[in-house]
């Protein structure tokens, strides 16, 4: 269903006097659980209330916030690094030549990754599956970044360092497999 849709199912179900967890369970409950969240509903229920007519989103001005510009790359040249050490998979983002330049320039050495190894890091065993599950749907890259945030705010310090003592395990496994898939034995 797309969002103007969307938003006129709100605007009519709030005019009926509907409280918004009763309009986004409907909306669930027809569409599944990714066709919008509760937040994006009960916003839109203020809107509307407020007097809003138009069910389309406001005019901004400027870039989006995910626009590379040279202010992004000089922005981010100039954030310490001094002790990190990312580590890559073999994305063609991680490895294009651009990246390895950049890489070089400000010293920052990069742990290999195997070329053909399985799930390696955190953020794909562990973080993406526990942010899916989590995370609902949004109308806008702030609207997201905001819930991202408060979502990774919320897991205890505890649950980061446990993935970090399954990571170093996979990295074991890893090595003890010669880069081989090694999934059926965590």
């Not at 002790?83 to 990069?110: C, F, M, T, W």
Request: with cysteine; proline share 6%; aromatic share 10%.
């Amino acid at each position: 269903m797309d969002k103007l849709s969307v938003r006129s199912y709100i605007k009519t179900r709030s005019l009926l006097r509907l409280a918004a967890t009763e309009i986004h369970d409907e909306l669930v409950t027809v569409y599944g659980p990714y066709v919008v969240s509760y937040c994006t509903v009960a916003r839109w229920i203020r809107r509307f209330s407020g007097g809003r007519e138009s069910f389309y989103d406001d005019h901004r001005v400027g870039r989006p916030i995910t626009m590379v510009t040279q202010r992004n790359i000089d922005e981010r040249s100039s954030a310490k690094i001094s002790g990190i050490q990312p580590h890559h998979d073999n994305a063609r983002s991680h490895v294009s030549g651009i990246v390895l330049d950049y890489l070089r320039e400000v010293k920052l050495s990069v742990m290999p990754h195997p070329p053909h190894s399985p799930d390696l890091p955190p953020s794909d065993f562990w973080l993406f599956t526990r942010l899916k599950r989590n995370l609902g749907t949004y109308p806008d890259a702030r609207s997201l970044a905001r819930a991202i945030t408060m979502e990774l705010n919320s897991i205890p310090i505890e649950e980061y360092q446990k993935t970090c003592h399954k990571w170093i395990e996979r990295m074991k496994l890893c090595v003890e497999h010669q880069g081989n898939y090694f999934e059926h034995l965590m």
